[in-house]
Structures are given as C-alpha cells and as structure tokens.
C-alpha cells in the first residue's frame, strides 16, 4: 500500500499535514460511515490496520443491522480491513471554516480477511462500488466505454431545531425561482463556497442554475470516461455541499421530495458509449440510431424492476405522484424533459440519452450501474422501441407508480436484477429495504391523527 503513502505525501506537500482523516465508506443506502484517523497514523490505513465490521456495508437507514441479511451479530459480526481508493484523499475545506482545524478526506473500501496468497483480501459483494465495477468491467469485455455526466438538484432551508421539523425555504426565497438571476446573487456566498470546494476536490462542476422550487439549486457536472469517478463526484458533492451549507447558516438537503408542493430534487444521468476506437455508438446520420434506441428500449423494459434502485427511500415515491413535476412512467423523448429518457442529441460527438428517473437520494454507484445494466440489456437483446411520447400515435405508457413496498418485490423477483447486481446482492437491497418499510409504515403521521382521531 506504499501507493496511498506516497498519495498522502504529495497530500501533506500541497496542503499541510491533516489533524485527521476521515475515512468515507459509502453504504447501500449511500449513508457515508467510517471512522477517524490522527493524521500522523497515515501509516496503519495503508498498512491494512484499520477495521470496520463488514456488515457496515449493510445496514438500514437508521444504522441498525437487518438480521434478515445474514449479517451483523448473527454471524459475529466480523471486521474487514479499510483499503484507500486510490485518487480519493482530498480536503475538506469548509471544516477548517467551521474551526474544525485542517481535515482530511478518503474514501475506503472493506476487505474480507485475506487468504494466505493474497494480502489484500477480496472485495465483498455488499459494496456498492463493487457492483458498479463489475458492470464496468462487462461492459469493457464488449469493447464498450460509457462516457457519464450527472445533475443534482438540492434545496436549501433555514436550520431546523428538531429533526421531526419540516423544511422552511430560505428568507425572501420566491416560490419559483426558476432560472432567476437575482436568485443566485442573493446566494452567492454559500454558492460561490459550494463551488470552491468542488474545485477544491476536483470535481469538474460545469454549470449552476436556480431551479424551480424556493431555495432549490442544480449543479452540473463534466462528461467523464471515468464511471466510477462520476459516482464518487455525486457522493462527495452531496457530503461538500451539507458542510458548506452549514458554515453559512443553511441546511441542505438532496431529499427526494422535501416539500409537497414543490418540485422535488433529481440525479439526472446522461449517458453516451464510445467504442474501443473511440467512436460514439449513438451517433447517427439522421434520426434515432438503431444502438442508441436499442440502449432506451433497454432502460424502458428494465426500468419497474430497477425502480426501487432509482427510488429507494419512502419520501423517494412521493417524486411519482401525478403533477409532482418529475416523469413517472417508462417513456421516451426527443428533447422532451416531460420523459424518463431523453434525447437531447443523437447526431455526432454529443449523441447521449438523459435518464431522469432517479431521486437525488439515490446510491450513485447502484444508480449508475442499474442505467448501465439497462442499456447493455437493450444492446443484447434488441427489444422493440415503443413510439416517442411526443408521437401523436403513441399510446401513454402506464406509470411506474408509487407502491414502495410493490417496487422491492419487483426488483425482489427480478432476474435482471441478479444479472446486474449479482443475486446474492439483489436478495440482501431487498431484505434491508423491507426491513426499512417495516419500520416506517408501522409509525402514525400527524395527517392521520389530524384527519381521523376527532371524528372517528
């Protein structure tokens, strides 16, 4: 692991030695967990020494372990050794704002203990990381490089007392903001911090905009070869943007739905595939080409099962209600946002589809390879490519709906899940998700009491 020393090196000759080092390990829910390290034991992360139980990967939303997994206390709970990402050791500016002192950060992964001809140990099936890799690496045998751009929306609200409070749109926030100018000038401060720390980080921001909800903002990133950077892009800029928030006297939050009557917050995916020659393999001369509608005729077939990837939490299904301002069902476009795929160019360099299913409380990693997943489905097996929804002729298609507990079944039973994430993963994200419901679905709101306790 001398790699990660000499990393931590060239960290410490650019930015001083950290006080600590946060190791980042995202979860299935893409809850980051880990632990802190002094920024003098640089030594004991690289040498393997650092342990975590390898049911972290696993647990449900609340951090408690989910019996039905298998894993945790039923199975003695054993530790894996955290393993640096490479390329991942970056700084956490707003915490040396906040008085924090000089902080570092590092995405790890957990190793299984190692057999006795191999030092490292194997990568365990539970990690999200692992599973987008795995849909790289089959997509690499084809000959095939997607080439992946992300969008994430997120809204700021002033800082709640409780965390049972529901979310208060900054002062003199407008109801819609959409695209306002004076929006941003009013914000410039956090927004300005928001983006020196991506910088900072090095991640690629491209544009920002005011969206259409009072406080909500978009943020998006460079096109990239590099799948698994554009995952860990959206990880680290949800985690930046939380801490920027807070320095300037904000909350954030990437909530699929915050408020009822606004629009909710998205990771909009755009995708295109180059071949081993560096050609885009959706471009053509005129019209749709057949791989490019190959690839959306995947993702439509694919996309109830994959629902409760895109849609994870209870408040995710909420974005799926009629007039909730995001698309609903399995359909197509061209340059039509109201669909769940769009195309926004399908001749020469730019010609990509916009997956635009996914809540901003998403699993990046899974996202990305659930979309990766569908599109290889399309390109292997050739299903039929149903009219655009701006065809006159074309029939609506039926809506994915906003069943939570129906969309984990689906994808429970799917073998196309276990196709793309391998079944004994498919059937653990079930398990922890109808763990999640249970727990959910079983506490009374305040609508019931307010509607039922008086007059029933």
Same mark, same amino acid.
């Given at each position: ?47 393997? +020494? ?13 951090? %408690? ?85 992300? +969008?994430? %929306? ?9 965390? +049972? ?5 900054? +002062? ?45 903002? %978009? ?195 799917? %073998? ?41």
């Amino acid at each position: 692991m001398s790699g990660f020393l000499e990393e931590y090196a060239g960290f410490v000759a650019a930015h001083g030695r950290p006080e600590r080092i946060e190791l980042m390990l995202c979860d299935l829910n893409a809850v980051i967990r880990g632990k802190w390290l002094p920024g003098d034991d640089a030594a004991k992360l690289a040498a393997g +020494e650092v342990r975590l139980p390898l049911s972290t990967y696993a647990p449900n939303i609340l951090g %408690e372990e989910v019996e039905a997994t298998g894993l945790g206390i039923v199975a003695g709970d054993p530790d894996g050794r955290l393993i640096p990402v490479p390329g991942t050791l970056k700084p956490m500016p707003w915490a040396s704002a906040e008085g924090r002192g000089k902080v570092a950060q590092v995405l790890v992964e957990m190793h299984e203990p190692p057999a006795s001809h191999d030092t490292r140990g194997a990568l365990p099936f539970t990690s999200p990381r692992g599973r987008l890799a795995a849909m790289q690496a089959r997509l690499a045998e084809r000959g095939l490089r997607p080439v992946v751009a992300t +969008e994430l %929306e997120f809204y700021l609200i002033r800082p709640r007392a409780r965390p +049972e409070e529901p979310p208060r749109p900054p +002062e003199h926030s407008p109801d819609a903001q959409n695209y306002d100018l004076e929006v941003l000038e009013k914000h410039q401060g956090v927004l300005d911090a928001i983006l020196a720390a991506a910088e900072a980080q090095g991640i690629p921001t491209d544009t920002l905009i005011a969206e259409y909800g009072p406080g909500q903002f %978009e943020v998006n990133f460079h096109h990239t070869e590099d799948v698994m950077f554009a995952a860990d892009m959206a990880l680290w800029f949800r985690r930046l943007v939380r801490g920027v928030a807070r320095q300037h006297g904000f909350e954030a939050t990437f909530m699929a739905k915050p408020y009822a009557d606004h629009p909710g917050n998205g990771m909009h995916v755009h995708v295109s595939v180059v071949d081993a020659d560096g050609r885009n393999i959706f471009a053509a001369e005129s019209g749709v080409g057949d791989r490019l509608g190959a690839a959306v005729a995947g993702l439509l077939e694919t996309m109830r099962e994959m629902q409760a990837i895109f849609a994870p939490h209870l408040n995710s299904y909420r974005r799926f209600l009629p007039m909730s301002f995001a698309p609903s069902a399995p359909d197509w476009g061209l340059d039509n946002r109201a669909a769940a795929i769009r195309l926004p160019e399908t001749r020469g360099a730019g010609a990509r589809l916009e997956h635009r299913i996914c809540g901003a409380d998403v699993n990046p990693y899974l996202a990305l390879a659930a979309i990766l997943g569908g599109m290889l489905h399309g390109l292997e097996t050739g299903p039929d490519l149903p009219l655009p929804l701006d065809d006159p002729a074309a029939r609506p298609a039926a809506p994915l709906g906003h069943d939570w507990a129906g969309a984990v079944e689906r994808f429970a039973a799917s %073998e196309t899940a276990a196709e793309i994430f391998g079944a004994p993963f498919r059937d653990l994200y079930a398990e922890v998700r109808r763990d999640e419901i249970a727990r959910l679905t079983r506490e009374i709101s305040q609508v019931e009491y307010r509607t039922y306790l008086g007059r029933l």
